[in-house]
């Protein structure tokens, strides 16, 4: 009889403290915070993506970035740039039969924006962030969205590939 009621007080007292833990000492007084209006691009980078397999015969997901001669937005909210595929590195992972296979045809697009802003594709631009094919001279749209709703259009424009 003596062992259920030690059993029960323990969880009883199990609950006690749970309570405790899982709450929170700010019930009322925070300061009111507006929404952000920020919604920028500040730079974008283009990655070529590759699998190889390390020594224990796993694979590895190795990334190289590639070098643009223009990563942030004019006062037009445009960025025209050209991507330059860099050197192969054959100590490295970039080696040049992997470097001979970066084209347009599939390349990752990434962005940083402002705190609290989301983007999304307009017409046909691929998604940011997933393999995509690009083309010289076609202008890629995006919208970015501040926290407040606020928005703005960028426009992305290859103007060519070297490597």
């Known amino acids: 009889m003596k062992r259920i009621y030690s059993v029960k007080f323990k969880f009883i007292l199990f609950l006690l403290c749970a309570v405790g833990l899982f709450s929170s000492c700010l019930k009322a007084g925070l300061e009111e915070i507006e929404n952000s209006n920020l ?10 993506r590759w699998l190889s397999q390390n020594a224990n015969g796993y694979d590895v ?59 999304a594709p307009l017409d046909d631009a691929p998604v940011m962030g997933t393999p995509a ?3 010289i001279g076609k202008e890629y749209m995006y919208e970015v969205t501040a926290a407040n709703g606020e928005k703005k259009t960028f426009v992305l424009c290859i103007e060519d590939f070297i490597k």
């Open 39 to 48: 919604c920028e691009i500040t730079s974008i980078t283009f990655e070529y």
């Open 61 to 119: 997901l190795n990334r190289q970035q590639l070098t643009l001669s223009n990563n942030a937005p004019d006062e037009n909210n445009r960025i025209d740039f050209i991507i330059t595929v860099p050197a192969a590195n054959n100590s490295g992972e970039f080696k040049t039969a992997v470097r001979n296979t970066v084209s347009l045809d599939r390349l990752y697009l990434t962005s940083i924006l402002s705190p609290a802003a989301k983007i």
């Open 133 to 135: 094919a690009f083309e």
